[in-house]
């Protein structure tokens, strides 16, 4: 028997946008596949302690053991035990990892330079490093670092020697080729946690999230066209915001065990930057803008962790935590007359939290691998062909 349309509406409508929709999955894809890969000479990243590769550790006090020894088998002025998500992106280019701006011995910058540092904000704050560790070297000052850089270097290999010494700097031609890549806006959240209420912070967030849409355009007008922006992670999920808590009320927490408001509020912040991009892209014509949904990557991961085989996502593995008494991974403090040493679990690869504010190598490298090959992009692009425009 033969149907028409008229009494199979609806049937017919679900056949035609299903082959539609496979059609343009099919487009999708294939399209991802004919684009030929970029050419990044170089990584140029601004950000906190979620990338910082050594800055604050050049600028103040080193980070110690047991940091990086997972890895790099000595401290790294990294916050992990190992890599972070920067440096799985730099592998990912099969570039070097990246150098410390802020760090004079030893640096090689000719695949790029970090300007990240921990405990930096978008927004400057009037609060010294030594009250609650937030950094001076907020974004602004960052990309005037970069400036300064960038002029610097031009100047250092014109001036150079030796092709030794050019070798260590950048080529002029590469800035406008590099990958610029932004990790911040954490610190800006946690500081308003702590300063302000939760109508005083939304009504910040326009103004934080307009200093990094400034920044990216102050990196466009310098020539910087291919721009690789994570957005903030899942806050209330670390840790170390349950560590003074000791009955929280009902609805506190969400069926994971995060602080339920604190994630609430770094969903606005994302819904808020997501639409800054998208305005971005509308702005700077010429300019390939990615934006990079770290939190559901971080967040799937909390969610999985039983069945991936995980300690408790909110077990932290470098540290001194029990009956609320706390020692920082890597330091010594004396409790009830006996000296404690933060020491690191036997296993980091089955944590996802390092010391209760950052994330474990093994973490970071899977929120990499969930967000280099455009599954959780805006636009859906991987890494690699980042620098094409959609």
């Known amino acids: 028997m033969i149907y028409s349309c008229d009494r199979l509406k609806m049937e017919c409508l ?37 990338s910082d590769t050594g800055g604050i550790s050049a600028a103040f006090e080193p980070i110690r053991a047991p940091y990086g020894e997972g890895f790099f088998h000595k401290p790294a002025g ?14 990912r280019l099969k570039l070097p990892y990246l150098s410390a701006y802020l760090n004079s011995l030893g640096p090689d910058f000719r695949h790029g330079a970090n300007f990240a540092t921990g405990g930096s904000t978008i927004r400057r704050q009037n609060e010294t490093i030594f009250q609650y560790g937030i950094s001076p070297f907020s974004l602004d000052m960052q990309i005037v670092q970069f400036t300064q850089f960038k002029a610097r270097t031009k100047d250092l290999y014109d001036e150079a020697k030796s092709e030794t010494d050019r070798n260590k700097l950048p080529r002029s031609g590469d800035f406008a080729k590099a990958l610029y890549t932004f990790d911040i806006g954490q610190n800006d959240l946690s500081v308003g946690f702590r300063t302000m209420n939760s109508d005083q912070l939304l009504a910040a967030m326009p103004d934080i999230i307009s200093q990094l849409a ?21 806050i209330g999920c670390l840790p170390v915001n349950l560590f003074y808590i000791k ?9 994971y065990g995060c602080v339920k408001t604190q994630n609430d509020m770094a969903i606005e912040f994302n819904k808020q930057l997501k639409e800054r991009v998208v305005k ?9 803008i990615i934006y990079v949904d770290v ?9 999985k962790v039983k069945d991936l085989g995980y300690a408790d996502a909110l077990k932290v593995c470098c540290g001194y935590h029990e009956n609320y008494d706390h020692v920082w991974c890597g330091n010594r403090a004396n409790i009830n007359n006996t000296e404690v040493y933060g020491a690191s679990c036997k296993d980091p690869s089955k944590y996802v939290s390092w010391d209760g504010v950052h994330y474990t190598q093994a973490a970071n490298q899977w929120a990499a691998n969930h967000t280099h090959y455009g599954g959780l992009t805006d636009p859906p692009v991987p890494l690699v062909q980042a620098c094409h425009r959609k």
């Open 14 to 50: 679900r056949a035609f946008f299903g082959g539609f929709l496979l059609l343009w999955l099919w487009g999708l894809t294939a399209s991802a596949d004919t684009l030929p890969p970029c050419e990044f000479p170089a990584i140029y990243n601004f950000g906190d302690s979620n």
């Open 247 to 255: 009955n929280p009320p009902a609805g506190y927490l969400d069926q």
């Open 78 to 91: 990294r916050d992990s035990d190992g890599r972070l998500i920067i440096d799985f992106i730099a592998e």
């Open 295 to 303: 939190y559901a990557a971080k967040y799937d991961l909390i969610s």
């Open 214 to 234: 400034s920044a990216v355009t102050n990196i466009y007008q310098q020539g910087g066209r291919t721009f690789w922006i994570h957005n903030t992670g899942p």
């Open 280 to 288: 971005l892209r509308s702005e700077l014509p010429e300019a390939a």
